[in-house]
Nanobody, 115 residues
Framework: QVQLVESGGGLVQPGGSLRLSCAAS????????MTWYRQGPGKERELVGS???????NYADSVKGRFTISRDNDKNTVYLQMNSLKPEDTAVYYC?????????WGKGTLVTVSS
């Protein structure tokens, strides 16, 4: 029932920008916090940031000032705008939601930052 589908990943040069999307269905999107995670090669999964139902956001220190999370409740979509990208941002990016005490994850989208 709950489904999350990420899109927008790809290859980008250092200093470039990319916007990821997470299309959500199967739950009350407008009243639910949404979270972005990422996992780089040889690294543990880490929190990127989250957005509340009221559109309050928080970010990991590693991306603060460069990344912006937003949501469009009419489209049931959460976005991750990534600017000033660095090679260390290379990772699979995942969208996550907790619904009725259960965490649901998308399959992820790969972002590669390289020249």
């Amino acid at each position: 029932q709950v489904q999350l589908v990420e899109s927008g990943g790809g290859l980008v040069q250092p200093g470039g920008s990319l916007r990821l999307s997470c299309a959500a269905s199967g739950f009350t999107f407008s009243s639910t916090p949404m979270t972005w995670y990422r996992q780089g090669p040889g690294k543990e999964r880490e929190l990127v940031g989250s957005i509340s139902a009221g559109r309050s956001t928080n970010y990991a220190d590693s991306v603060k000032g460069r990344f912006t999370i937003s949501r469009d409740n009419d489209k049931n979509t959460v976005y991750l705008q990534m600017n000033s990208l660095k090679p260390e941002d290379t990772a699979v990016y995942y969208c996550k939601v907790r619904w009725w005490g259960v965490d649901y994850w998308g399959k992820g989208t790969l972002v590669t930052v390289s020249s």
